[in-house]
C-alpha cells in the first residue's frame, strides 16, 4: 500500500520542459517499484516509466530519449523530468507503484496537470 502526492505539473509551450515530483509514503518504499502513468482526455490511463528501488529505469516508447525517471530513497521522493515535450504529452500525471499488473491499482491520489500548447 502506498500513498502519494503528485505536484509539479503546469502548462508549458511545445519543446518546453517540466519536472513533477511524487511524494511518497510506503513500508517498503526503497524495494517497491515507482511508476509514473498519465492519462489524456478520452484516453485510456497508460504507464509511462518506472524505476524500481535500485535505480533501474524503463519508458514508454512515446517517451523514451525525452523524459528521465529518478527516486531519492532517503526522501521517500519520485521524480520525472519532461524535457521536449510535445501536445500529445498533455494529460494527468499519477504517481503509483508498479506491480506486475499495474491495470488492478484501485487507489490513486489526485494526479498533476500537464498541458503543452502553443
Known amino acids: 500500500q502506498v500513498q502519494v502526492v503528485e505536484s509539479g505539473g503546469g502548462l508549458v509551450q511545445p519543446g518546453g520542459s517540466l519536472r513533477l515530483s511524487c511524494a511518497a509514503s510506503a513500508t517498503y518504499f526503497n524495494i517497491t517499484t515507482m511508476a509514473w502513468y498519465r492519462q489524456a482526455p478520452g484516453k485510456q490511463r497508460e504507464l509511462v516509466a518506472a524505476?524500481?528501488?535500485?535505480?533501474?529505469?524503463d519508458y514508454a516508447d512515446s517517451v523514451k530519449g525525452r523524459f528521465t525517471i529518478s527516486r531519492d530513497n532517503a526522501k521517500n521522493m519520485v521524480y520525472l523530468l519532461l524535457n521536449d515535450l510535445k501536445p500529445e504529452d498533455t494529460a494527468v500525471y499519477y504517481c503509483?507503484?508498479?506491480?506486475?499488473?499495474?491495470?488492478?491499482?484501485?487507489?490513486w491520489g489526485q494526479g498533476t496537470q500537464v498541458a503543452v500548447s502553443s
Open positions: 503509483n507503484f508498479k506491480p506486475t499488473d499495474w491495470t488492478r491499482i484501485s487507489r
Open positions: 524505476v524500481t528501488g535500485l535505480g533501474t529505469t
